[in-house]
């Protein structure tokens, strides 16, 4: 089977058969595709042809031209699927990547906003105009429940219930959670859905999405992240913000306040623990800072000792 042919199947695979998101499956797809470009160049067309020494060169080409460890690792957990589908279907006999290790990297603490920073955001829309409404919705629904933008966007209308103060969540894998709403969340939901969200739906009464843009069509990614920056900039926030930041803020805030690890993986649709440990990090990088700023005897003095 030739290298393009082994990709289309593999992808077919993952979205049929695993269920995983679009852009799980967009992602792979891009890095597969750079690595059969790669395999060309070097002469390598069949699946079966490739080695251990093709994949590695690839790898090299990659870190040469400026992608970092995070961006060759994301390549080679691609690159591993697909050989462990290849040798699953009997394609090919050997996995030729099994004994490549994955690059290593010094793990990024997340970025978040401090309380206040999230108060003044979350202040920003005006709640009397549709788009404000809507906007100040889509906000406390963002911070109350640490969603991914994707899983915000794709938010159904029926999948809030207000009376028990929970959304419905789908996210990664079409795996479902049920996620608790604040009661500031859900008042701004329930004054958009019974006042905004009529002017824009319009005369498309069919529609199933519950965050809506103007003509009654779903709101995107890329529309929530510009009304997302363009309430930063009245908030006064400098720092750069991205909805993924905001769920950073959700997770370390709740266990910046004692909140069980477990429960906000459940609420963050975490697979593994693991993942959402990042955020003990955090807090124990964010109770050393506070340390170092506030307690007297924390620095060194600033005058050597006489003698």
Same mark, same amino acid.
């Given at each position: ?59 090299? =080409?990659?870190? #040469? ?24 279907? #009997? ?9 490549? =290790?994955?690059? #290593? ?33 889509? @906000? &406390? *629904? @963002? ?46 939901? &329930?004054?958009?859905?019974? =006042?905004?969200?009529?002017?824009? @739906?319009?005369?498309? $009464? ?12 779903? $709101? ?12 930063? *900039? ?50 124990? =990088? ?22």
């Amino acid at each position: 089977m030739v290298v393009d042919s082994a990709i289309d199947a593999f992808l077919s695979y993952v979205r049929v058969e695993k269920g995983l998101a679009d852009n799980t499956i967009d992602a792979y797809g891009r890095d597969l595709l750079a690595l059969a470009a790669s395999l060309s160049t070097q002469g390598v067309t069949q699946a079966r042809d490739v080695r251990v020494n093709h994949v590695l060169a690839h790898l090299v =080409e990659l870190s #040469k031209n400026g992608s970092g460890i995070r961006t060759q690792a994301r390549h080679l957990v691609a690159i591993r699927q697909l050989f462990r589908f290849l040798v699953k279907e #009997k394609v090919i006999a050997s996995d030729p990547v099994a004994d490549i =290790e994955m690059p #290593k990297a010094g793990r990024k603490l997340p970025e978040f906003l401090d309380v206040d920073e999230v108060e003044r955001l979350l202040g920003t829309p005006d709640a009397r105009t549709p788009r404000g409404s809507r906007d100040r919705a889509m @906000l &406390e *629904v @963002l911070y109350a429940t640490g969603l991914r933008v994707t899983e915000l966007v794709t938010l159904p209308s029926d999948g809030l219930d207000a009376e028990r103060g929970f959304v419905l969540v789908r996210g990664k894998g079409n795996k479902e959670r049920v996620v608790p709403l604040g009661q500031h969340a859900l008042a701004a939901l &329930e004054q958009y859905v019974r =006042e905004a969200r009529p002017t824009f @739906l319009g005369t498309h $009464m069919s529609s199933t999405a519950l965050f809506l843009r103007t003509g009654g069509e779903p $709101m995107t990614r890329q529309g929530f992240w510009k009304l997302l920056k363009a309430h930063a *900039v009245v908030a006064g926030i400098a720092k750069p913000l991205s909805p993924h930041k905001l769920r950073h803020s959700f997770a370390t805030h709740l266990v910046e306040r004692g909140a069980d690890l477990r429960a906000v993986q459940a609420m963050l649709g975490h697979a593994e623990l693991s993942t959402t440990e990042i955020y003990t990090h955090v807090n124990r =990088e964010r109770l050393r800072q506070i340390y170092g700023d506030h307690h007297p005897r924390a620095t060194p003095a600033r005058e050597p000792p006489p003698g």
